[in-house]
Each structure stands twice: as C-alpha cells, then as structure tokens.
C-alpha cells in the first residue's frame, strides 16, 4: 500500500477506536483538571464528572488539565505520571466539526479561516494554516472521542504525533511496512501492541517523552508568522 494520507488517516482512525473496546485498560492516562488545593500535596480534580480528593508528589497548577495515570490505595486515589495537556486539545474540545475525517490543505483552511464563527476556530485554523506553511499537516478524526495527528513527510516516511483521549500523547513514524510509536506511558504502549493485526504493519513500540509538532497560541500576538 502506498505511502499516502489514506493509510496514516486509517492508522490515526484505527488507534483512536482501541480504547473504545470491552477490554479497555483503566491503566491508561485520563484527563483531569485541578480544582483546588487542599494542602501542599493534596488536591480537589475533576475527573469526568466526579470531583474527588487526591494525593500528588508533583505540584499542580489550580485550572490546569493533565493526562495523569490514577491507582487506588486503601480507598484513596494517588495519581501519578503527570502531563500538561497541551493547548490544542483543549481547542479541539470546543470545536465543532462537521465531517468524520478531516484533512487540513491549505485551501480549505483558508475557507474555514474566512467562515469562522468565533475567535477560538479563528485562531485555530490560523495555527494550523501557519503550520502548513512549515510543512506540517493535520489530520483528525471526529467520532464520538476526537482525535488529531500533526503529520510531515521525510523521504520515504511520515513522522507523526498524535492526540487522543485515552491514550494519551504519542509519536512515531511510518514507513510502508513498519509503525513505529513513542509513549510515556507503558499502559498505551501495551494496549496498542494487542491490537498490533488491526494496523497491518510491522508495530515498533518504545517509551519515551513525546511532544507536538506545534503546539497552538491562543494569543494571536505570540503566533510567528
């Protein structure tokens, strides 16, 4: 199969439907927001719909959303591998998007640039048009759980970091026969490993830090041009 955007739009829109099956891993990184602090290691978060108590080593920031792993002791929840959400999910969140896949060219988002209905999809489609202009595309996939992949080819190759809701953060790189994958989190790692025959590739996992390509400014004064 060719190296093309159908084959990293099928990769993208088959990782974001594992989490989705009856053996999903509670191991896997959520979302929460802190609430409020308690006290210097204990804090209020919400997590979905629930407001509970917890413990954490690593001081949070009140307002701020992280993808965080949550194990129970002794009927307290401690959480743990902490990771600031970056901007662009929290925009992704907010936006409506009508199509179920969504790939970026420049004359579409300057079309959805001229329509935008507010000024967060303004600033949005100007992240992503600036991007364009790097050679960095985007992709998502908008099913009952969002997700986004930054993309850019090199030779025979796309390198990629991509977003979703419950398996956190990750990067990689795809080739016409391998898929490799970079997670800070062992729990993705091993999910995406069962359900490696999904992705008809050569799977290559290793855990490391991961990071996007661009991380979006909601400030339209802090965008280079």
Known sequence: MPLNISKVGKILKTLNRVHTTSEFN???????????????????IDLGKKEIETKSNYPL???KKYFAQLKEFNTK???SNLREIPKIAEMLEKIEFKDKIIHFTKQET????ANANNKLEFVFYTNILLALNEKI????????????????Y???RVKFYALFNHLGEIEGEITTDTLSIYSPYDATLNL??????????????????????????NNLLNIKA
């Open 61 to 63: 920031i009140v307002g």
């Open 192 to 217: 995406i490993n069962r359900y490696a025959h999904k992705l008809n590739l050569k799977l290559i996992l290793t855990k490391k830090e991961v990071k996007p390509f661009v991380n979006f400014e």
């Open 77 to 79: 929840i401690q959480i």
């Open 154 to 156: 090199q030779k025979n």
């Open 110 to 113: 300057l079309h959805h640039l």
């Open 26 to 44: 509670s191991t896997l990184p959520v979302k929460i927001t802190v609430k409020q602090e308690l006290s210097p290691i204990r804090y209020l």
């Open 137 to 152: 595309h985007h992709l998502i996939i908008n099913e009952k759980k969002k997700a986004l992949m930054q993309y850019k």
